[in-house]
């Protein structure tokens, strides 16, 4: 997904507790640099703040970083000249997604386990499938209709 022009993440959301992988091919890339560093951080005042070289690669210089469960992620790039790329003074600044806790299974030894969506998905279509199976004859033979309780 490109973010900014020159700027891409390997993912379409930024979520908590996750690593994304980031490819930079802006003016550092274009102009050759040899070494180029990223500095993040996350919050409104830049919290475990941390450097890392990227590598450079046919796609750009590339690095993974791991997410925390904050409200943004924000960072910007400098190379060895120690000249930054900023966003002009504005920082790359994303919003961090938190997942969704109806996901979430807590079992008898209070550890979290996390539902994948495919096990949601074909819970659900496991039901459709019983739904139609009881449902269709009684709707084609025309014996559709609920039984009414004697009062």
């Known amino acids: ?46 919290d475990n703040l941390i450097e890392k070289e990227m590598v450079k690669t046919e796609l750009g210089y590339q690095v993974e970083v791991d997410l925390i469960d904050k409200e943004t992620f924000n960072f910007c790039i400098k190379n060895e000249k120690d000249e930054w790329d900023n966003n002009d003074g504005n920082n790359y ?42 449902y269709f004859p009684k709707l084609i033979t025309g014996n559709y209709k609920k039984k009414l309780k004697d009062n």
């Open 1 to 46: 997904m490109e973010l900014f022009k020159n700027l891409f993440f390997n993912t379409d959301r930024l979520t908590a507790n996750s690593t994304v992988k980031i490819s930079y091919t802006g003016k550092f890339f274009q102009d050759t640099s040899t070494n180029v560093f990223i500095r993040y951080g996350f919050g409104n005042d830049w």
């Open 93 to 134: 600044v994303f919003k961090i997604e938190h997942p969704e806790t109806s996901l979430l299974v807590i079992d008898q030894n209070k550890s979290v386990h996390r539902l994948r969506k495919s096990y949601i998905l074909t819970k659900k279509l496991k039901l459709a499938i019983y739904k139609i199976l009881i």
